[in-house]
């Protein structure tokens, strides 16, 4: 998420609706701390209404590792690339059932002119991208 000012985070929960209206902060205090395999600690967020979960900005979002202006989304997309590939080393994030990368992305972007972009990615192995089983 484009977490360009703390708030930001909360207001991004509600308005891609992670979670309901009023209910991010909920959300954030119900909040798990999980290890990757390659020991970065990630924070798993929990839907309260949805039953779904996600792993937020594991790279450590705008506010963790800066906040390079125009490069922002390419910076978003590299990292989901890399984590749908299974080549985010210790910061990977693994699928529900811990046996593979995260099999899904959801990307959100905005500018100072008001433009936003939100983006999903499907990961793709090598069997399904020719076809095979």
């Excluded at 979670?19 to 909040?31: H, S, T």
């Excluded at 390079?68 to 059932?97: K, M, N």
């Excluded at 972007?109 to 020719?130: H, T």
């Amino acid at each position: 998420l484009h977490d360009c000012f703390a708030p930001a985070e909360f207001l991004l929960y509600e308005a891609l609706r992670l979670c309901p209206e009023g209910a991010a902060a909920r959300m954030w205090k119900a909040r798990e701390k999980i290890t990757s395999p390659g020991g970065a600690t990630h924070t798993v967020l929990r839907g309260p209404e949805n039953g779904g979960s996600w792993v937020v900005n594991p790279s450590g979002g705008l506010e963790s590792k800066g906040h390079p202006i125009g490069a922002t989304g390419v910076a978003q997309a590299h990292e989901i690339a890399r984590q749908l590939r299974g080549d985010a080393g210790a910061r990977q994030v693994l699928d529900g059932s811990g046996a593979g990368p995260a099999r899904a992305a959801l990307q959100h972007n905005f500018g100072y002119n008001g433009g936003a972009v939100v983006a999903v990615y499907r990961g793709v192995s090598w069997l399904d991208a020719i076809g095979g089983e």
